[in-house]
C-alpha cells in the first residue's frame, strides 16, 4: 500500500495543481454566471444595507457570500464592474479550492478505500467540469458546497472519534452552510438524523453514549437555531412572506403520476417520465439543452438524464448564454468537436456512475438489515450513516425541487454538491471493491484505469475550450 501511495502522491497533487489552474484560469476570462448574483451585491456595498427580497432577482437568498464580497469591493477601491465581476468570482475560485484541499484529505481518511481509489475520488471531483464552472463563477453556490463539505468532513471525524473540537468545527461549519445557501440545510437535517440514529441504535464500544448524544444533539440544535434562522433571512422571509424558503418564482402544480402537463420551460411534465425514464441515447445525439418552450431534447424532460448531463459536460447547459458554442458558420466544426467530446464524456462516465449506484444499492441494503435486525446486535458505524444520509438527504432534496418548480433550470447538478464527499466517498468504497475483484484480471483493471484516466482528460479538455472560447470573446470585445 506504501509503495502505491507513494506512487499516486505526485499525480494527486498534479492533479490538485490543474484543478486549481483551470479555476483561476476561468474565473479571470469569465464574466457571467447562471444568475445575477452582481445585483444583490452592489446594493449592500453601495447602500450599506440588505435588500428586501423582491429588489433583485437572487434578493431572497441567505447573504453570506454576499456580504463578504461586498466588504471586498470596499477595501478594493475600484468602481470598474469587470473587476468587481472578477474580485466576485475569485471569491467563488478561492472557495472552490479550499474545497479540493479539504478533499484531498478527506479520501485518504477511510481505511476501507486503497490509495488508488481515493485518488480517482479526488480527481473526479477536482476535474469535474460542472464544479470548476461553478467555482468560476459570482454565485453563492461555491460557498455552501465549501461549507457543506466541511461539515461532512468533521462530521466523518466527530462520529467515528468523538472529538469535541471536531463537533465544534462541524456544528460551525452546518451554520455557514445554512447562511450561504437554502441547500444547505439539507446538512443539518443530515448531521441531526445521524444524532438520532445515535440515541436509537444499541450501546456499542465505538458509538456515542445516550448520554453525550443528548449533550451534543441540544448544543447542536441550539448552535444552529440561534443562529440560522435570523442571520440566513429564513425567519424574515417567513414573516413577511409566509414561507422561510420563499423564492422569487412562484411554485407550480405538482404533476401527475402519468400524464404529461407542461409548465413553462420543461421541466418535469410528469413524475414517471421524470424519475424513471433515462434516455441516455437520446443524450448522444444531442448533448445539449435548450431553453425554448417548445423545442427541446428528450433527455430535458428526464432529471436523471439533467444531473447525468450537467455534471460531466461544462457545454451541456449552454448557459450562461456567452458559455453557448458560437453559431458563426465559420466555426461549425468547434461545435461538431464539442459535441463529440461531450458524447465520449457520456460514454466513459457511465462506469464511475455504475460504480455509484452499484455503491447506493448496497448501502440501501445494508441500512434495510440493519432496521429489519434492529432487535439484534447488528451495528452501523455513524460515520457510514452520515454518507448514507448526505446521499439520501440531497437526492430527496432534488427530487421535491424539481417537483415543486418543475422548469428545467431547477435541474442542476450543483445543487446536491454540498453533498458531494458523500456520494464520491460511496463510489471510493465501491471502486476498492472492484479493484479487489479483479486484482487476478489485470487486463481489466488496466481497462478500468484507462476509462477513468481517459475520463479525466475529457473533464479537462471540456473546461480548456470553454476557456478558449471566453478568452477569444473577451479579446474580440476589447479590440
Same mark, same amino acid.
Given at each position: 500500500?506504501?509503495? #502505491?501511495?507513494?506512487?499516486?502522491?505526485?499525480?494527486?497533487?498534479?492533479?490538485?495543481?490543474?484543478?486549481?489552474?483551470?479555476?483561476? !484560469?476561468?474565473?479571470?476570462?469569465?464574466? $457571467?454566471?447562471?444568475?445575477?448574483?452582481?445585483? !444583490?451585491?452592489?446594493?449592500?456595498?453601495?447602500?450599506?444595507?440588505?435588500?428586501?427580497?423582491?429588489?433583485?432577482?437572487?434578493?431572497?437568498?441567505?447573504?453570506?457570500?454576499?456580504?463578504?464580497?461586498?466588504?471586498?469591493?470596499?477595501?478594493?477601491?475600484?468602481?470598474?464592474?469587470?473587476?468587481?465581476?472578477?474580485?466576485?468570482?475569485?471569491?467563488?475560485?478561492?472557495?472552490?479550492?479550499?474545497?479540493? =484541499?479539504?478533499?484531498?484529505?478527506?479520501?485518504?481518511?477511510?481505511?476501507?478505500?486503497?490509495?488508488?481509489?481515493?485518488?480517482? *475520488?479526488?480527481?473526479?471531483?477536482?476535474?469535474?467540469?460542472?464544479?470548476?464552472?461553478?467555482?468560476?463563477?459570482?454565485?453563492?453556490?461555491?460557498?455552501?458546497?465549501? /461549507?457543506?463539505?466541511?461539515?461532512?468532513?468533521?462530521?466523518?471525524?466527530?462520529?467515528?472519534?468523538?472529538?469535541?473540537?471536531?463537533?465544534?468545527?462541524?456544528?460551525?461549519?452546518?451554520?455557514?452552510?445554512?447562511?450561504?445557501? &437554502?441547500?444547505?440545510?439539507?446538512?443539518? =437535517?443530515?448531521?441531526?438524523?445521524?444524532?438520532?440514529?445515535?440515541?436509537?441504535?444499541?450501546?456499542?464500544?465505538?458509538?456515542?453514549?445516550?448520554?453525550?448524544?443528548?449533550?451534543?444533539?441540544?448544543?447542536?440544535? #441550539?448552535?444552529?437555531?440561534?443562529?440560522?434562522?435570523?442571520?440566513?433571512?429564513?425567519?424574515?422571509?417567513?414573516?413577511?412572506?409566509?414561507?422561510?424558503?420563499?423564492?422569487?418564482?412562484?411554485?407550480?402544480?405538482?404533476?401527475?403520476?402519468?400524464?404529461?402537463?407542461?409548465?413553462?420551460?420543461?421541466?418535469?411534465?410528469?413524475?414517471?417520465?421524470?424519475?424513471?425514464?433515462?434516455? /441516455?441515447?437520446?443524450?448522444?445525439?444531442?448533448? =445539449?439543452?435548450?431553453?425554448?418552450?417548445?423545442?427541446?431534447?428528450?433527455?430535458?424532460?428526464?432529471?436523471?438524464?439533467?444531473?447525468? &448531463?450537467?455534471?460531466?459536460?461544462?457545454?451541456?447547459?449552454?448557459?450562461?448564454?456567452?458559455?453557448?458554442?458560437?453559431?458563426?458558420?465559420?466555426?461549425?466544426?468547434? !461545435?461538431?468537436?464539442?459535441?463529440?467530446? &461531450?458524447?465520449?464524456?457520456?460514454?466513459?462516465?457511465? /462506469?464511475?456512475?455504475?460504480?455509484?449506484?452499484?455503491?447506493?444499492?448496497? $448501502?440501501?441494503?445494508?441500512?434495510?438489515?440493519?432496521?429489519?435486525?434492529?432487535?439484534?446486535?447488528?451495528?452501523?458505524?455513524?460515520?457510514?450513516?452520515?454518507?448514507?444520509?448526505?446521499?439520501?438527504?440531497?437526492?430527496?432534496?432534488?427530487?421535491?425541487?424539481?417537483?415543486?418548480?418543475?422548469?428545467?433550470?431547477?435541474?442542476?447538478?450543483?445543487?446536491?454538491?454540498? &453533498?458531494?464527499?458523500?456520494?464520491?466517498?460511496?463510489?471510493?468504497?465501491?471502486?476498492?471493491?472492484?479493484?479487489?475483484?479483479? $486484482?487476478?484480471?489485470?487486463?481489466?483493471?488496466?481497462?478500468?484505469?484507462?476509462?477513468?484516466?481517459?475520463?479525466?482528460?475529457?473533464?479537462?479538455?471540456?473546461?480548456?475550450?470553454?476557456?478558449?472560447?471566453?478568452?477569444?470573446?473577451? /479579446?474580440? *470585445?476589447?479590440?
Amino acid at each position: 500500500m506504501s509503495a #502505491v501511495a507513494g506512487k499516486l502522491k505526485r499525480p494527486a497533487l498534479l492533479v490538485f495543481a490543474c484543478g486549481v489552474l483551470l479555476r483561476v !484560469t476561468l474565473a479571470l476570462v469569465n464574466f $457571467e454566471a447562471n444568475d445575477d448574483h452582481i445585483g !444583490t451585491i452592489n446594493i449592500i456595498a453601495n447602500e450599506n444595507r440588505i435588500p428586501d427580497k423582491n429588489e433583485t432577482a437572487e434578493a431572497f437568498q441567505p447573504k453570506l457570500y454576499y456580504v463578504t464580497v461586498a466588504a471586498i469591493w470596499k477595501i478594493v477601491p475600484s468602481q470598474s464592474l469587470p473587476i468587481r465581476i472578477r474580485i466576485a468570482q475569485l471569491v467563488s475560485c478561492a472557495a472552490g479550492i479550499l474545497t479540493l =484541499v479539504l478533499a484531498l484529505c478527506f479520501f485518504t481518511t477511510d481505511p476501507k478505500v486503497s490509495t488508488k481509489a481515493g485518488f480517482f *475520488s479526488f480527481s473526479l471531483m477536482a476535474l469535474n467540469p460542472d464544479l470548476i464552472g461553478i467555482n468560476a463563477q459570482a454565485t453563492n453556490d461555491s460557498f455552501v458546497i465549501l /461549507f457543506g463539505s466541511l461539515a461532512l468532513y468533521f462530521g466523518y471525524l466527530f462520529f467515528e472519534n468523538h472529538r469535541a473540537k471536531d463537533f465544534g468545527w462541524m456544528t460551525t461549519s452546518v451554520v455557514l452552510a445554512g447562511l450561504s445557501k &437554502g441547500n444547505g440545510l439539507v446538512v443539518f =437535517v443530515v448531521i441531526f438524523a445521524v444524532l438520532a440514529i445515535s440515541f436509537l441504535q444499541k450501546p456499542h464500544k465505538y458509538s456515542l453514549t445516550r448520554g453525550k448524544t443528548v449533550l451534543y444533539g441540544s448544543i447542536f440544535l #441550539v448552535s444552529f437555531c440561534a443562529a440560522v434562522p435570523r442571520l440566513g433571512s429564513y425567519w424574515e422571509n417567513y414573516r413577511r412572506y409566509g414561507s422561510p424558503f420563499a423564492l422569487n418564482w412562484s411554485p407550480t402544480v405538482f404533476p401527475n403520476v402519468f400524464s404529461k402537463t407542461a409548465i413553462r420551460r420543461p421541466g418535469v411534465r410528469s413524475i414517471t417520465e421524470s424519475l424513471l425514464t433515462f434516455p /441516455f441515447f437520446d443524450m448522444l445525439e444531442t448533448p =445539449v439543452v435548450t431553453d425554448d418552450k417548445k423545442t427541446y431534447p428528450q433527455h430535458r424532460t428526464s432529471l436523471w438524464s439533467q444531473l447525468y &448531463g450537467r455534471t460531466h459536460f461544462v457545454h451541456f447547459s449552454a448557459w450562461p448564454p456567452s458559455w453557448r458554442l458560437p453559431t458563426d458558420p465559420h466555426l461549425e466544426w468547434l !461545435t461538431r468537436l464539442v459535441w463529440h467530446l &461531450g458524447r465520449l464524456i457520456f460514454i466513459c462516465a457511465l /462506469f464511475p456512475t455504475i460504480l455509484l449506484l452499484t455503491a447506493v444499492s448496497k $448501502e440501501i441494503s445494508s441500512a434495510s438489515q440493519w432496521i429489519a435486525d434492529s432487535h439484534k446486535h447488528s451495528h452501523i458505524p455513524l460515520r457510514d450513516w452520515l454518507l448514507y444520509f448526505a446521499v439520501f438527504g440531497y437526492i430527496a432534496f432534488i427530487v421535491i425541487y424539481s417537483l415543486r418548480y418543475r422548469d428545467f433550470s431547477f435541474m442542476k447538478a450543483i445543487f446536491i454538491f454540498p &453533498g458531494l464527499f458523500g456520494f464520491l466517498m460511496l463510489f471510493a468504497r465501491q471502486c476498492n471493491r472492484f479493484y479487489a475483484w479483479c $486484482e487476478q484480471k489485470r487486463a481489466v483493471r488496466v481497462s478500468a484505469d484507462a476509462v477513468l484516466i481517459l475520463l479525466l482528460i475529457l473533464y479537462a479538455a471540456d473546461i480548456l475550450i470553454l476557456i478558449g472560447q471566453l478568452g477569444i470573446a473577451s /479579446f474580440s *470585445s476589447e479590440i
